[in-house]
């Protein structure tokens, strides 16, 4: 199988070596500086323009419409991996022949679930972030994708999901997860007003997108497996731990998934 894994990045910063890793230079219509190498996600068809809001989905929309040679398809991001082991380095990232392997009996790789324990998905993502997006993206499901909805009202009382919209699937599997998510985040665009919306508060639909990944996995018959994630440079777990129990307070944070 042809496997391209995408690194997303917005800057120049140490890469996996191993083959089949392309590092993408997200919102490049912006962020390209001469000297940096990296696939640009402003050439073809492209959504560069909208990465302040859109995040790494930049990426993965340039993939989608523009690498249509491959079998499958990965996102990961600079500081976050999918592992083959520990420790949780860029020697040990997980590599294509593990990946071939595992593509002959899952659809799907996805990270390790996110659980959040004393909140729901929905609770946790109000509590971070302005609560109409997320309640518009319902309607939106509920008008152009009825049978999606049963998945998103799950997902919603769960109390972790698949985040950080990291990824490898095949290209038909691929297919059917961009097609979904980008005509909700396409519809979603047109409900909701963000133009008072903070920097942060901005990259609504990169947030968003991160719960489509679970509503669009339980709707469909794609099978999936699990693997280990990290952070190069770590995770701040203690500091995101309080910063959770101050979301459930009432206390608003600036930490998101």
Not at 66 to 89: C, M
Not at 187 to 211: C, F, M, N, P, T
């Amino acid at each position: 199988m042809k496997i391209e894994i995408l690194v997303a990045a917005h800057k120049e910063f140490p890469m996996p070596k191993k083959k089949g890793y392309l590092p993408v230079l997200v919102g490049a219509i912006k962020n390209y500086k001469p000297g940096i190498s990296y696939q640009r996600d402003d050439d073809g068809e492209n959504i560069s323009s909208k990465n302040p809001n859109y995040n790494e989905l930049t990426a993965v929309y340039w993939a989608w419409k523009n690498l249509k040679d491959v079998d499958a398809i990965g996102l990961v991001h600079y500081r976050r991996l999918l592992f083959e082991k520990r420790p949780y380095s860029l020697d040990n990232v997980i590599s294509i022949e593990k990946v071939n392997q595992l593509l002959q009996k899952y659809d799907v790789i996805l990270p390790k679930k996110r659980n959040y324990y004393i909140e729901t998905n929905y609770s946790h993502y109000i509590h971070a972030h302005h609560k109409e997006p997320l309640d518009e993206a319902r309607k939106v499901i509920a008008e152009a994708y009825p049978n999606y909805l049963p998945a998103f009202d799950k997902v919603m009382k769960k109390r972790g999901a698949h985040m950080f919209n990291m990824f490898i699937m095949k290209w038909n599997a691929f297919e059917s997860y961009c097609s979904f998510m980008f005509d909700v985040l396409g519809k979603l665009e047109k409900r909701i007003d963000i133009s008072e919306y903070s920097v942060q508060e901005a990259r609504v639909y990169g947030y968003i997108s991160e719960l489509l990944m679970d509503v669009w996995l339980y709707t469909n018959a794609f099978t999936y497996d699990e693997i280990p994630w990290g952070q190069i440079g770590g995770k701040n777990t203690v500091k995101k731990g309080i910063s959770l129990i101050k979301r459930k307070v009432g206390i608003k944070t600036k930490t998101h998934f």
